[in-house]
């Protein structure tokens, strides 16, 4: 019920940048809290940012003061700026959201996931 659509990941060099977006669509009350995770080869899928309806802001600690995540709530869409890339940023990122969603009878809140789009930074 809750399709995504992200874009934005590329191959670039150490010190580069780049920015994700990810577009939701389809049928939902409302879209609540957004994020991106990321999940490298052989490695556990890990929180990157997340941002929630009225802006509250959540970062990795690895990312912090390089990465910027925000929100367009009129387009139902989130990005995340990437600057200062390192070769440990590469990865699978993966945009995240929890979408209100009317099910047997009730509103609930439900997580959707993307595809996910491939970050690679070469050193």
């Known amino acids: 019920q809750v399709q995504l659509v992200e874009s934005g990941g590329d191959l670039v060099a150490v010190g580069g940048s780049l920015r994700l977006s990810c577009a939701a669509s389809?049928?939902?009350?409302?879209?609540?809290?957004m994020g991106w995770y990321r999940q490298a080869p052989g490695k556990q899928r890990e929180l990157v940012a997340t941002?929630?309806?009225?802006?509250?802001?959540n970062y990795a600690d690895s990312v912090k003061g390089r990465f910027t995540i925000s929100r367009d709530n009129a387009k139902n869409t989130v990005y995340l700026q990437m600057n200062s890339l390192k070769p440990e940023d590469t990865a699978v990122y993966i945009c995240?959201?929890?979408?209100?969603?009317?099910?047997?009878?009730?509103?609930?809140?439900?997580?959707?996931w993307g595809q996910g789009t491939q970050v690679t930074v070469s050193s």
């Open positions: 995240n959201v929890r979408a209100s969603i009317y099910r047997t009878g009730l509103w609930r809140e439900y997580d959707y």
């Open positions: 389809g049928s939902f009350r409302s879209i609540n809290a």
């Open positions: 941002i929630t309806t009225d802006r509250r802001l």
